[in-house]
């Protein structure tokens, strides 16, 4: 199997000026490059720059995938906007990671176990990851338990340690966090099991709190606000405003806080989910094939048939077919009583296809054997 490497890199908050894409370009001759925007794929060799020191220096945004099983994501975000103390518990772990950087933060979700059997495709992710820096800017932290909660999946975390803190929401993913749970690999179960302890998000807040908030802060501020509005340089001043304004409305709605699970409780409530989609998976299969076969009982004669006409054919779409109207009509035999006559019409079967060496064998390996 070949190399796949692929790393792409997102610029929001402010494009990247003429000099910094030619730097870019001497470290990659054949990357996509603009004031945005850079993205490359190796299948040999590796690439010359450094991720880490790229994030901190152009891009807000990074994605690194491989074959070998490598997902990495990381988010850059301004200090002022990111509530380390809040924060603080779902980063107690190895996932996420934060680092500080000047006056921003660097969050990185990675994986370097995530083999997976469906093909590795980095092409698409960053677009589909990126509004979770809105969300997070915006306050919302479901991402954050998320990168824990996948730290969980993957054995990073000691089965008696706590979860921290569940935030709200965790059933009703947006489509940026329902793709960084599939971009971290969490299991179904574990994550609707996480979910249980989850409150419903709160409604947005009227416009007229919101104005009336707005109105009440201090003027110093505003004018801060709006000269980072048209500084080109610098992040717009909404997601600030928002991320202060439900701060304090979460403060004074804030409930006490509900009984923490262990990551030893949440892996076995988890794998009890499994085992019981597994039984009602079993279950419903069964009563299909048992509705399958009441129907073959009440058209047996033209079952059988149906089997000589696609033993005619030279398609062994067809034959896999008739072998399989064999086995159901083996099964109706069996509950009818009348095994010894399916063996004789089954002889009768086989001799007249005698020299068709592929279905006979077909046969074989179905049990469809001469008695």
């Known amino acids: 199997m070949s190399e796949y490497q ?25 990357a996509e490059i603009s004031a945005y925007h850079f993205s490359n794929v190796y299948h040999w060799g590796n690439f010359k720059g450094s991720p880490d020191e790229m994030v901190e220096r152009y891009f807000d945004a990074h994605l690194y995938v491989t074959n070998w099983g490598v997902r990495r994501l990381m988010l850059r975000l301004p200090m002022r906007l990111f509530d380390a103390e809040r924060a603080s518990p ?39 990851l990126l509004p979770l820096r809105q969300e997070l800017l915006s306050g919302d932290l479901r991402a954050l338990y998320l990168g824990w909660l996948a730290g969980v999946a993957f054995g990073r975390v000691g089965a ?7 935030p709200a929401g965790l059933g009703a993913l947006s489509a940026a966090l329902t793709a960084l749970a599939d971009f971290l690999l969490i299991p ?6 996480a979910a249980q302890a989850s409150a419903a998000l709160e409604e947005p807040a009227p416009r007229a709190e919101l104005e009336a908030w707005i109105h009440g802060l201090p003027a110093p501020e505003k004018d801060a606000l709006l000269l980072r509005l048209v500084d080109t340089a610098g992040a ?14 979460a403060r004074e709605t804030a409930k006490a806080p509900a009984s923490r699970r262990t990551v030893g409780e949440l892996l076995r ?21 048992e509705k399958e076969l009441e129907a073959l009982a009440a058209r047996e004669p033209t079952a059988w048939k149906q089997v000589d006409e696609l033993f005619a054919t030279r398609r062994p779409k067809d034959h896999a077919a008739g072998v399989q109207l064999l086995v ?11 095994e010894a006559q399916f063996s004789r019409r089954l002889s009768q ?15 074989d390996r179905e049990g469809l054997s001469a008695p």
């Open 6 to 30: 692929y790393y792409e890199f997102r610029a929001v908050d402010r494009p990247l000026t003429d000099k910094e894409q030619a730097e870019l370009r001497a470290l990659s001759t054949r």
């Open 90 to 128: 779902f980063l107690e772990g190895e996932l996420p990671a934060l680092q500080t950087t000047g006056d921003k933060v660097i969050l990185t979700f990675e994986l370097d176990e995530a083999w997976s059997d469906e093909l590795v495709q980095g092409e698409g992710w960053l677009a589909s």
């Open 160 to 166: 008696d340690e706590e979860e921290p803190p569940v």
């Open 188 to 193: 179904p179960e574990l994550l609707e099991v």
């Open 236 to 249: 717009a001043p909404a997601p600030e405003l928002l991320h202060r304004f439900q701060e304090g409305r």
């Open 269 to 289: 409530a988890a794998v009890a989910l499994q085992q019981a989609r597994e039984r009602q998976e079993k279950e419903r299969q069964v009563a299909t094939r």
């Open 328 to 338: 159901g009509l083996r099964e109706v035999a069996r509950r009818r009583g009348t």
């Open 349 to 363: 079967l086989r001799e007249r296809n005698a020299r068709r060496a592929g279905l006979i064998s077909r046969m």
